[in-house]
Nanobody, 120 residues
Framework: QVQLVESGGGLVQPGGSLRLSCAAS????????VSWYRQAPGKERELVATITKTGGSTNYADSVNGRFTISRDNAKNTVYLQMNSLKPEDTAVYYCNAALLMEVIGTGYWGQGTQVTVSS
């Protein structure tokens, strides 16, 4: 059974940090490009960061570049999103996505999401 399970969300004050994890099972994780998306209330889902199959290349949305870092450990079938200097506008449900190619990110497998709330 294919699964992507996100964890690590929660409530944090502005300027704080969180590390999200996305644990994969049931498919050949190392063969997939993995991305983090987020969706805030009343807004469309937004691509946050992407990492290639080997972890050799990463891409970030302008809104998080320099504050967030995506990484992966293929031995553990897990992708991480380190989020620093969090802002209230980072509040959203964060989703993990696994796609076969960079050209089709947003297709493939999805996790159920984890809530991140940035508030004082």
């Amino acid at each position: 059974q294919v699964q992507l399970v996100e964890s690590g969300g929660g409530l944090v004050q502005p300027g704080g940090s969180l590390r999200l994890s996305c644990a994969a099972s049931g498919f050949t994780f190392y063969a997939y490009v993995v991305s983090w998306y987020r969706q805030a209330p009343g807004k469309e889902r937004e691509l946050v960061a992407t990492i290639t199959k080997t972890g050799g290349s990463t891409n970030y949305a302008d809104s998080v570049n320099g504050r967030f870092t995506i990484s992966r450990d293929n031995a553990k079938n897990t992708v991480y999103l380190q989020m620093n200097s969090l802002k209230p506008e980072d509040t959203a449900v964060y989703y993990c996505n696994a796609a076969l190619l960079m050209e089709v990110i947003g297709t493939g497998y999805w996790g159920q999401g984890t809530q991140v709330t940035v508030s004082s």
